[in-house]
């Protein structure tokens, strides 16, 4: 069975940090790009971060650059987003797809997890 699961979300002050996981199971991340999305109350989906494994290039959104940043374990098949100075803007629900390689980041076309919470209280 083909599953994608989001954790580490949480509740943290402003300023504070979090790391959340991607894991994915029943497939392999080699072949895909992986992707951060998040949504807020009231907005809309935006994608903030990928990682590319055929060539492990990395995106940022200007809204999370040089705060934010993706790293891979790929022995256990687990992408991690590092979230660092969070700021109130930042809460939202987070999720990440895996998007085959030759679609590129933040397609849609491939697997979506279930997301988790962030909350950063000002």
């Known amino acids: 069975e083909v599953q994608l699961q989001a954790s580490g979300g949480g509740l943290v002050q402003t300023g504070g940090s979090l790391r959340l996981s991607c894991a994915a199971s029943?497939?392999?991340?080699?072949?895909?790009?992986i992707g951060w999305f998040r949504q807020a109350p009231g907005k809309e989906r935006e994608g903030i971060s990928c990682?590319?494994?055929?060539?492990?290039?990395?995106f940022y959104d200007d809204s999370v650059k040089d705060r934010f940043d993706i790293s891979t374990d790929v022995a256990k098949n687990t992408v991690y987003l590092q979230m660092n100075s969070l700021k109130p803007e930042d809460t939202a629900v987070y999720h990440c797809?895996?998007?085959?390689?030759?679609?590129?980041?933040?397609?849609?076309?491939?697997?979506w997890g279930q997301g988790t919470l962030v909350t950063v209280s000002s």
């Open positions: 797809a895996a998007d085959p390689i030759p679609t590129g980041c933040f397609s849609l076309v491939g697997y």
């Open positions: 029943g497939f392999s991340f080699l072949g895909y790009a």
């Open positions: 990682i590319n494994f055929n060539d492990n290039s990395t």
